[in-house]
């Protein structure tokens, strides 16, 4: 959660499921250096993440908002060796940072980073999907159109994410005042959480993180 200092259970989720090698640091100092600092997920969230890519046997991901790249290169790591992101940011001063890191790290032959307008690059990857999991993390207003996609490019038995799926507090109260205007998006993402607890289509759930983490297998 941005800006928000931990309470005692995530402080302790944080101590036993935080742990980060340097590369993560050096995302993270990086964000914390240009404002940006919070938006990006959480070491615990990322494992989560991986741990859903393992469970999964994911190997080809599509995810909408890189930012700095932080929870690509997370992602990377639990994958197979044959196995590829595709990761997809509008903003250039972003793509750029996160370029820079997924080159220096281990996992750049697994990372395709795409700059530019997402359903313009979701267009164009459809061609290669099916896909085992889809993550988004983006503009929260944006969440509906990517599902859309999501919806016809994920393979049956695919997991498809979406963080920030409490947007802040507003799908079920007022919300945080802070955030902006722009992310305030509550018909949006209420009706992404309840597309995806269609149990007609998916297995699903919210995962309680601060921020909400909906996540859903196609059946
Ligand atoms: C914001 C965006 C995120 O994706 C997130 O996880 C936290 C905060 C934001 O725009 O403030
Ligand atoms: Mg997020």
């Known amino acids: 959660m941005r800006n928000q200092a931990p309470d005692a259970r995530q402080a302790y989720i944080n101590e036993i499921f935080g742990s980060e090698t340097p590369i993560f640091q050096q995302v993270r100092e990086s964000l914390a250096e240009d404002g940006k600092e919070g938006i990006n997920v959480s070491s615990s969230e990322a494992k989560i993440l991986q741990t859903l890519i393992a469970l ?5 991901v599509v995810e909408v908002g890189t930012l700095y790249g932080y929870s690509a290169l997370w992602m990377a790591e639990a994958l197979p060796e044959d196995g590829h992101i595709y990761s997809l940011e509008l903003n250039e001063v972003n793509a750029k940072k996160a370029e820079g890191f997924f080159t220096a ?58 963080d920030n799926s409490f947007l802040f507090g507003h799908v079920y109260g007022q919300g945080r005042e802070d955030v902006s205007v722009a992310a305030k998006a509550p018909e949006v993402m209420r009706d992404f959480n309840k597309r995806l607890a269609d149990s007609s289509k998916y297995y699903s759930a919210i995962l309680p993180t601060n921020e909400g983490m909906t996540i859903a297998v196609k059946k």
């Open 56 to 60: 999964g046997n994911i190997k080809t």
């Open 105 to 162: 790290s281990e996992q750049k032959n697994k990372i395709t980073l795409m700059q530019g307008e997402a359903n313009s690059s979701l267009e164009a990857l459809s061609d290669k999907g099916p896909f085992d999991m889809i993550f988004i993390d983006a503009n929260k207003g944006g969440y509906g159109e990517y599902l859309n996609w999501a919806e016809i490019n994920i393979r049956s038995g695919g997991l498809i994410v979406g």
